[in-house]
């Protein structure tokens, strides 16, 4: 069954009860149990819902596993993750990424004794170096934020193994329609289901989505303990969401390429980061890896803070928020919206400057979104 198919159908037969063709809203606490002990699969919805599972099993089939598991936010997700580790256990990540996900790792593991090594993806050496006799996880995120690094997942993997070391990829950026890396040798995928999966901007969650039993039973412990699930409402939300996925990347994608285009032509801009172009520096490993190259597009405005205002003032179709993957188009300053947590120096370090402008590119007409940017640019 091929993706577009799986993404309307998969987990989402007709209901069984009143043969509604699309899967209700089972806005429910708890379930009716015939004699103690006995039940029909479901007990408390914090557990399971019958929404939440649909949900469940669209997202591992999209993404070529055998379970997943949905979140009320991306973060909760990778909270239930790395909740599998133990005081004293080492974590390699990369240097560039969400800055939510750094302040996680720095601000509330840490203290409770989970280290955390920061490297250079691009740099296999940068990897291997930080390896020591207590890492237990790698976690990659690729293309990252807000740079669209690309990172080999594959080759990542391979080393990480030979270290017996978990790989856990973010693939929020990708979505599973670009980039599935469990097939390149990743243990566990994470996403912010906020993102491109739902794709409207009208709800928050996250998934965990993996192969391995055992690794399935310990995440979902800690889902059902901790209890951070995302409401039988919210599941539907990111399931209608689900089924116009493959259709929205490809024009994500169609219209992030021309935005790209046009910027890199552009009197009054610096560089532009989009993992399409073939001149940026990972575009080799995004086309082995990737079936396409996403919808963002970061670029450094001529100026600082007050050339990226002054942009930011003239646009009238793209709007200035966080968050990513809607319909919509956003425009972000992350060195004070997304990374405003990062410390000073690791921003200067990676490139996350004050003329960095990430843009989430929507799949409004292409000519509204080159005509927007241009009147703002010339502002500039």
Same mark, same amino acid.
């Given at each position: ?27 429910? !606490?708890?379930?009716?149990?015939? @004699? ?24 591992? !089939? ?95 993997? +391979? ?26 040798? /990743? ?26 039993? @055992? ?52 009197? *009054?801009? @610096? ?14 490993? /995004? /086309? ?9 597009? !970061? ?6 803070? *007050? ?15 966080? !968050? ?19 410390? +000073? ?36």
């Amino acid at each position: 069954m091929h993706f577009e198919t799986k993404a309307i159908w998969v987990g989402q037969e007709a209901d069984k009860a009143t043969g509604a063709t699309i899967v209700p809203i089972y806005q429910t !606490s708890t379930f009716t149990q015939e @004699e103690v002990g006995k039940h029909k699969g479901y007990e408390y919805s914090r557990t399971d819902n019958p929404t939440r599972t649909a949900l469940d099993t669209c997202l591992a !089939s999209l993404e070529d596993a055998k379970y997943g598991m949905s979140f009320a936010s991306g973060l909760a997700a990778e909270h239930a993750i790395l909740s599998i580790l133990r005081p004293g256990d080492h974590v390699i990540a990369p240097e560039d990424m969400y800055g939510g996900t750094y302040r996680l790792f720095a601000q509330v593991l840490e203290p409770l004794n989970i280290k955390f090594s920061f490297a250079d993806f691009a740099d296999i050496d940068s990897i291997k170096q930080a390896f020591t006799a207590s890492t237990k996880m790698v976690w990659i995120e690729t293309p990252t934020n807000p740079l669209l690094k690309i990172f080999d997942i594959a080759l990542i993997a +391979e080393v990480s193994h030979k270290n017996n070391a978990l790989v856990v990829v973010d693939n929020t950026f990708a979505t599973p329609f670009f980039q599935k890396p469990l097939n390149l040798g /990743a243990d566990i995928v994470v996403h912010s289901t906020t993102k491109y999966i739902n794709g409207h901007s009208d709800v928050i969650g996250g998934a965990v989505v993996l192969n391995d039993e @055992e690794l399935y039973a310990k995440i979902k412990f800690y889902q059902n303990a901790i209890g951070a699930i995302p409401s039988p409402f919210d599941s539907w939300l990111i399931l209608r969401g689900l089924k116009t996925l493959a259709v929205r990347m490809r024009q994500h994608e169609k219209n992030a390429t021309q935005v790209a285009s046009f910027l890199k032509s552009h009197s *009054k801009v @610096e560089k532009v980061y989009f993992p399409g172009l073939t001149d940026h520096v990972n575009h080799q490993v /995004a /086309a082995k890896q990737m079936t396409g190259f996403g919808g963002l597009v !970061s670029f450094n405005i001529l100026g600082g803070l *007050k050339a990226a205002n002054t942009f930011f003032k003239g646009l009238k179709v793209f709007s200035l928020a966080d !968050s990513l993957g809607g319909v919509e188009s956003l425009a972000n300053y992350s060195t004070k919206m997304t990374h405003g947590e990062f410390p +000073e120096d690791l921003k200067k370090k990676i490139g996350i400057t004050d003329n960095l402008i990430r843009l989430s590119i929507g799949i409004e007409h292409i000519d509204d979104l080159i005509n927007d940017l241009d009147t703002a640019l010339k502002n500039v």
